[in-house]
């Protein structure tokens, strides 16, 4: 059974550690990838793949199954995606908007599933997209750390 932190308890282990955090890039049979909008901190307004934190006593299978359906809204066993590789995130601010930086040590995983845009959940994305992977890597709006994914030379 996993649970979520109190709010100043979450603060200081954020000011003080990474986070491990899993993102997903999923593509659409047409193999364009899906990007939300970021409504909350950090990488706010900008563009950016699904995704979410591991939290203490989930495996990272549980984990997956849990962040897929929250973020994708379809559960999907780990197993079924393509591990990319683990990444680190470095952002100069942090979800509550007080003066202290954030650190992710993000797993990338990629899956294909065809997923209606309107039935997406709307808690950490106000709007998405299927992006052309070109159009995607050119856009300024879509953050660099989404566009590592594909291009590890992104900036």
């Known amino acids: 059974?996993?649970?979520?932190?109190?709010l100043d308890t979450f603060k200081t282990v954020v000011s003080s550690t990474?986070?491990?955090?899993?993102?997903?890039?999923?593509?659409n049979g047409a193999g364009e990838v899906l990007l939300g909008q970021r409504l909350?901190?950090?990488a706010q307004g900008y563009w950016f793949v699904p995704g979410g934190r591991i939290v203490k006593d989930e495996s990272m299978a549980q984990a997956f199954l849990r962040l897929t359906e929250?973020?994708?809204?379809?559960?999907?066993?780990?197993?079924?995606a393509e591990f990319l590789g683990p990444y680190e995130h470095f952002y100069s601010d942090n979800f509550s908007g007080e003066d202290f930086s954030t650190h992710y040590v993000v797993l990338g995983y990629a899956l294909?599933?065809?997923i209606p845009l309107e039935s997406l959940p709307v808690q950490q994305h106000g709007n998405y997209r299927w992006w052309p992977e070109c159009e995607l890597l050119a856009d300024a709006s879509v953050h660099?750390?989404?566009?590592?994914?594909?291009d590890p030379d992104a900036v």
């Open 40 to 42: 909350n901190r950090p």
């Open 1 to 6: 059974m996993t649970s979520k932190l109190p």
């Open 70 to 80: 929250e973020e994708l809204g379809v559960a999907v066993p780990i197993g079924e």
């Open 112 to 114: 294909t599933l065809d």
């Open 18 to 27: 990474p986070l491990v955090s899993i993102d997903l890039v999923v593509r």
């Open 144 to 150: 660099r750390h989404s566009k590592w994914y594909l």
